[in-house]
């Protein structure tokens, strides 16, 4: 940290300090500018690997009835059938709603907030219904793990149960793709 005096007056730089402060400046937008340049090229990059592996090498070696390649290198390339889930916020209490009612609420992750001044630590080891006896404001907040919700969702799919409830995928933001793995 830089100590300044505050009651110490400002002393005029020289010439020479004012041109490597400004060439110091003028280093700091270019590294900025590149720091820039390279985020915007590695999310380009990042899209175009994404469309190679989950598009455009599944899609000929499904074409060509390949599921599985092992080079004379020792490389191998196998499509694995890939899920994501993300509980949109718009259906988030449907989803929950859902999930009680078919007996899986034993995923939700359930969180309770309040808010104490300092000194207030003792409070802050009560339960909730204290917190609401002595007047604290508490939030609570609810969620499913995103890797809780992707194993969850995966056994939803590949249950075989013919009573078993179907998993609305809407409600809980499925996406399936198939990826081109390396190894």
């Known amino acids: 940290m830089i100590d300044m005096e505050a009651d110490a007056a400002p002393r005029v730089p020289t ?35 994404w469309e190679l592996e989950t598009e455009t090498i599944p899609e000929l070696m499904t074409r060509l009835k390949i599921p599985c390649l092992t080079f004379g290198d020792g490389t191998k390339i196998e499509l694995v059938e890939k899920i994501k889930a ?29 808010a104490f001044s300092r000194g ?33 969702v995966d056994e ?9 409830p179907e998993l609305p995928k809407e409600l809980f933001g499925v996406y399936q793709y198939t990826q081109a793995k390396i190894s």
């Open 15 to 49: 010439n020479a300090e004012m041109e490597e402060l400004s060439q110091l400046l003028a280093r700091q937008r270019t590294t900025a500018a590149r720091v820039e340049e390279l985020q915007e090229e590695l999310k380009h990059t990042q899209r175009a690997l």
């Open 86 to 114: 993300k509980i949109p916020e718009k259906h988030k209490a449907a989803a929950f709603k859902w999930l009680r009612e078919n007996g899986f609420d034993s995923i939700i992750k359930n969180e309770v907030k309040a």
């Open 120 to 152: 207030e630590d003792a409070q802050a080891l009560e339960l909730m219904q204290r917190l609401q006896e002595e007047g604290f404001v508490a939030s609570q907040y609810q969620n499913v793990h995103h890797s809780t919700l992707r194993g969850f």
């Open 156 to 164: 939803r799919l590949h249950d075989t149960d013919e009573d078993a």
